[in-house]
């Protein structure tokens, strides 16, 4: 009886502990600590090795968002945006978002947006856009292995998250100025590529801001 009792209590010991040993890891799941972190390298082939999308991906972009307005885009996949952000410069009034709170100078953003709903037709509509230019940059970015876009010359766009991190490529039209190369180089955010292309790391709100991998 008294060995039944302790096998018993062994069993349910293992599946607590089983069960916390689970919870931790879908919470580091959650945070990213399992995610995949890029090289210098990583980051370089995959551009130069579609280069012709990126930047075809870039032109169409922002040949569709307005000059008074800066646009940032990023999908989790073909039915719902990870974040889609909005500044409108000929606005001087700060918007709150759905949860009250000001986003600094975005007249709107927001997190986890589906794409077929009332909401976002609405903010498609005060932009300009239907759902074909939601595909179309999607297509788009698939074709260039790459998740986001910022609007704007230089033009970020956003290539892989790690965690909370991001790696990015700043794609320039035309070779990037003196002025701007030491300011590129100031920071351990920032390493210069080519003549036309900065990649970029940002840490998020925790973590480094800093590329580590620079092999």
């Known amino acids: 009886m008294i060995r039944k009792i302790f096998i018993s209590i062994g069993i349910l010991l293992g599946i607590g502990i089983i069960g916390v040993i689970v919870w931790w890891t879908v919470l ?53 945006l990870t974040r889609f952000g909005i500044i409108d410069y000929n606005s001087k009034t700060k918007v709150l978002d759905s949860d009250s709170v000001v986003k600094g100078l975005y007249t709107f953003l927001d997190w986890d947006i589906a794409i077929k709903t009332d909401k976002m037709d609405s903010l498609l509509n005060t932009i300009g856009w239907t759902e074909y230019n939601l595909t179309e940059i999607k297509k788009k970015l698939d074709n260039a292995n790459c998740i ?68």
């Not at 590129?184 to 998020?204: D, H, M, Q, T």
Request: aromatic share 16%.
């Open 28 to 80: 580091l799941s959650a945070f990213g600590v399992f995610d995949k972190d890029y090289s210098v390298s990583e980051l370089k082939n995959n551009f130069y090795s579609r280069e012709v999308e990126i930047r075809e991906l870039k032109r169409y972009y922002n040949s569709i968002v307005s000059p008074n307005k800066f646009i940032e885009i990023e999908f989790e996949n073909n039915w719902k």
């Open 148 to 215: 986001g876009i910022e609007s704007g010359e230089p033009t970020t766009i956003h290539f892989k998250r790690s965690g909370m991190g991001m790696y990015s490529f700043v794609v320039f039209d035309k070779s990037i100025p003196d002025s701007l190369k030491n300011q590129y180089n100031y920071s351990c955010r920032y390493i210069l590529a080519g003549e036309k292309l900065v990649l970029e790391y940002g840490g998020g709100a925790v973590g480094t801001q800093c590329f580590y991998n620079l092999k």
